[in-house]
């Protein structure tokens, strides 16, 4: 054994005790480590062992054997039976691969430069079979949520798990059936008032896992008004080009099943992304959905697209802008069902008929209405100013952001 291991051996029981006191000291779910002795120990035992084992198997390149696998393993099943969370989880494992790199810079550093041959051979052997003790870890993991959680509650840890780029994401998948996506539409539906209870809630949302096999996961609101359903759709290779201005049908076909299922109004936001850029679509897609209008379910309920409310979006981080377009909304609260026109109006493309008829009146009850809102706020409803203003303004509206 050459000096870089021989100096990591020696520091070994030393590093495992300095990783305890760090997960005490940043991982609050840990911190409990310190008032039970038994699985303090326990902890200090394996950060021991993992570290005496790295030294017999790197220097010979050999790999970690089924036994140490399973030993890991066995870790992260005591893990997940303590009820950790995965963040925690994720945190455990991002300080662990941390303090290892740091430990063998340290040691370098104590040759003073020298072990060259020594530090590449290690580092060639911690990249690939870290990732297979993180593999294993997080199979025993797994296995533990699978036992012990619902088939509701494993989808919505699968959904967080992709958007925050978790490993344990890959071994969730496979217990689900479900293939991780490298592209994904990640849609939110927003619900603003309570939909139906808890329990019939879990119920419609593992039916439209089951039906549509997508990760889902329900985000209630403070106060028990409401909240959003984010679903992470697998989008088909060449579709992540289009759909940020046509939603995929699956996602389309989702969300009316949920607006069905919930009896209320919805709206919903899609953004479109590579796997490693899902949080950042999770952010646009529900912007998107708090300034898309709410709609009950329907065969046109489709989620809005950023094409669809850029302007809503732009307006609503503008307050003067905003406040102008409410003044125009109130000075159409006196007319008989003016926003309610104006919305078909533009929702038809501006058809007169097709309008009227969604509307199911007669096409000079509708001109007498556009008329209407002409002489209460001067705009012209068809023309380039009357569409710029009056559909922001109906979009604003209709979307509940001025309640």
């Known amino acids: 054994m050459g000096s870089l291991f021989a100096e990591l051996a020696r520091q070994a029981p030393a590093n495992a005790r300095r990783e305890v006191e760090a997960y005490v000291r940043e991982i609050p779910e840990l911190g409990l480590l310190d008032a039970n002795p038994r699985d303090r120990a326990e902890t200090l035992e394996y950060a021991v062992w993992l570290r005496r084992r790295t030294n017999e198997l790197a220097p010979s390149s050999s790999e970690l054997t089924q036994d140490d696998l399973g030993y890991i393993a066995s870790m992260g099943e005591a893990r997940a039976e303590a009820g950790m969370s995965l963040e925690s989880r994720q945190q455990i494992l991002r300080l662990h691969t941390a303090l290892m790199l740091r430990e063998i810079n340290e040691a370098t550093d104590a040759q003073r430069g020298g072990g060259v041959d020594e530090l590449m051979r290690m580092m060639n052997w911690f990249a690939p079979q870290g990732v297979r003790g993180v593999g294993a870890y997080c199979q025993g993991f797994v296995r533990v949520l699978r036992r012990r959680l619902p088939y509701v509650e494993q989808a919505a840890l ?159 981080d503008v307050p003067s802008a905003d406040d102008w377009l409410q003044a125009v909304a109130q000075r159409l609260s006196s007319g008989p069902d003016l926003l309610v026109t104006l919305d078909a ?59």
């Not at 689900?176 to 619900?191: D, F, Q, S």
Request: with cysteine.
């Open 345 to 403: 109006y533009y929702r038809c493309d501006m058809s007169r008929s097709a309008a009227a008829a969604e509307l199911n009146v007669h096409p000079r009850t509708l001109d007498y209405r556009l008329r209407r809102v002409q002489k209460l706020t001067g705009i012209n409803p068809g023309s380039t100013q009357g569409v710029r203003i009056l559909s922001a303004v109906v979009a604003r509206r209709q979307s509940g952001a001025w309640h």
């Open 158 to 316: 699968l959904a967080e798990s992709i958007l925050v780029g978790d490993p344990v994401a890959a071994e969730l998948a496979q217990v689900m059936g479900m293939e991780l996506p490298e592209h994904c539409a990640v849609t939110v539906i927003r619900v603003p008032d309570r939909p139906v209870g808890d329990r019939a809630l879990e119920s419609e949302i593992e039916a439209l896992v089951k039906a549509h096999h997508v990760p889902l996961v329900w985000y209630p609101q403070g106060g028990g008004r409401g909240g959003e359903l984010i679903a992470l759709v697998p989008l088909v290779r060449g579709a992540a080009d289009t759909a940020q201005l046509h939603a995929p049908d699956p996602t389309s076909d989702l969300v009316r099943d949920f607006a069905e299922a919930v009896g209320r109004p919805c709206a919903a936001g899609t953004a479109t992304a590579p796997a490693s850029e899902l949080a950042e679509a999770l952010d646009r897609a529900r912007r998107i959905s708090r300034a898309a209008p709410l709609r009950p379910a329907s065969p046109q309920l489709r989620p809005h697209t950023l094409a669809d409310v850029f302007v809503e979006l732009a307006v609503a």
